[in-house]
């Protein structure tokens, strides 16, 4: 199962592009308050992030693809879950020249994955923003595909459906679950990535999960399943 | 709200903090005492521990093999762009500067007291259509053809207007075939800029565009220098569009 989630039906914008926090904010009424610099820890780039940093402010040939393929699966996977997997790839596109276009002006205070996902999550949240007039697509038509396309095991067909539960979450939510508990993020770099408060994190990520696991029972998946998956 | 559960005394949040250890100390104390004697929230407990693992275990999906050369032919275009960009400039700054040095020569040239035509209407600023493109570095270069087509087009006016005060020592003949001049070279700039609206992000159209504009702000400035001495801008080594 890969690919499982895609674009939900989104309200249209109510203000312009902007941060992270404010566009969450416009489409999900969150109350994220100023950046928390005091609660989120920073975490310096790594050694190896500094070499490579350096090689691409050189030039060096090959660095900027050494850079991509470190952090592509990372940024797709957001984008995926994000904005689909339709326009998943455009949005890794626009994340990445983003990346490629700030990394001179990058300071190096926070963790290279920390600024990463955040200007993935931004130009994620940027892409919906600017098509959420247009035509959507359908929600769930990858998903019963991909059910479909598989050998059909209990654990497959969970991980569709939490998937598909998913993309069904405000944008907000599924934002803080995405790079907490898929992703694997601690709530101080999700508080850096998205400029809120460490506490709006965490809180955010239990309604997330709370919403999400009424959803699965709706769904007809079982706490059992769920143990068994 | 816990699926399925009929004990009220916590929600599936606080549950969930209580799984991550965000609870304070006294708070995750009565949550595990009363877990320990309360079958519901104890199965509410095992079932956000197994989805958050489920969660934890979705697969992370590989990038499509186009996405590198997607981004890469796009930062070469950026840096394309970045290189036309001064390339564009470079004209707009000479004409800008032709543009001021002929304000200056004809300004202090020109008789003082000479009668005022009233101005033509100043034709209407260059917009370049905006084409909706997905590419925000081409979006920027766009933006950037737009800046510079403004800027020659107040060249253009700027030495228009000194004209029309020149103008009005010329014969009628004289006027005719300077307003043949220009409807030419308007016409020019009209298909050229047209050109540059059907083709966003290729700079062929916005160079012609381009030239198109110093061809006839290079025109004015002559007319408007020499024009004093009788229609000098109709001579041999006048500009002719």
Known sequence: MDNASA?????????????????????????????????????APADNDVALIAAVRRGDAGSREALYHRFKRRVYALAVRIVGPIEAEEVSQEAF????????????????????????????????????????????????????????RGDAVLRVRIERALKRLP?????????????????????????CHVGTSKSQLHKARARLREMLAADGITAAALENG | MKPGATCKTYTTERLSAFVDGDLPPAEAGAVRAHASGCADCTAALADLRALVTNVRALDVPEPPPT????????????????????????????????????????TVALPAGRARWNREPAAPPVQIAATPVSDPLLHEAEAEFAQAAAAYERSIEKLRGL???????????????????????????????????????????????????????????????????????????????
């Open chain 1, 7 to 43: 674009s939900m039906p989104v309200k249209p914008p109510t203000t312009p592009m902007l941060g992270a926090t404010a566009q969450l904010s416009a489409v999900d009424g969150l109350q994220l308050g100023p950046r928390a610099t005091a609660d989120a820890k920073v975490h």
């Open chain 1, 97 to 152: 020249i983003r990346i490629f276009r700030g990394l001179e002006k990058f300071r190096g205070d926070a963790a290279l994955a920390t600024w990463i996902y955040r200007l993935a999550v931004n130009a994620a949240l940027s892409h919906r923003s600017r098509r959420s007039t247009g035509p959507q697509p359908e929600a769930d038509d990858d998903v019963d595909m991909q059910v479909g396309a598989e050998p059909v």
């Open chain 1, 171 to 195: 944008v907000g939510y599924r934002t803080v679950i995405v790079l907490h508990d898929v992703e694997g993020l601690e709530h101080e770099e999700i508080a850096q990535i998205l400029g």
């Open chain 2, 67 to 106: 996405l590198w050369p997607a981004i890469e032919g796009a930062l070469h275009r950026r840096e394309r762009f970045a290189w036309l960009k001064i390339s564009l400039w470079r004209p707009v700054g000479i004409g800008a500067l032709a543009g001021a040095v002929a304000v200056v020569l004809v």
């Open chain 2, 163 to 241: 004209l029309v005060r020149e103008e009005a020592r010329w014969s009628p003949q004289e006027r005719t075939r300077m307003a043949e001049r220009l409807g030419r070279l308007d016409d020019v700039i009209a298909r050229s800029r047209e050109l540059a609206r059907r083709t966003p992000g290729d700079s062929a159209g916005n160079e012609q565009l381009f030239a198109a504009y110093q061809q006839k702000i290079a025109f004015l400035a002559a007319a408007v220098h020499r024009g004093g001495e009788s229609g000098e801008w109709d001579k041999p080594g006048g500009h002719r569009p």
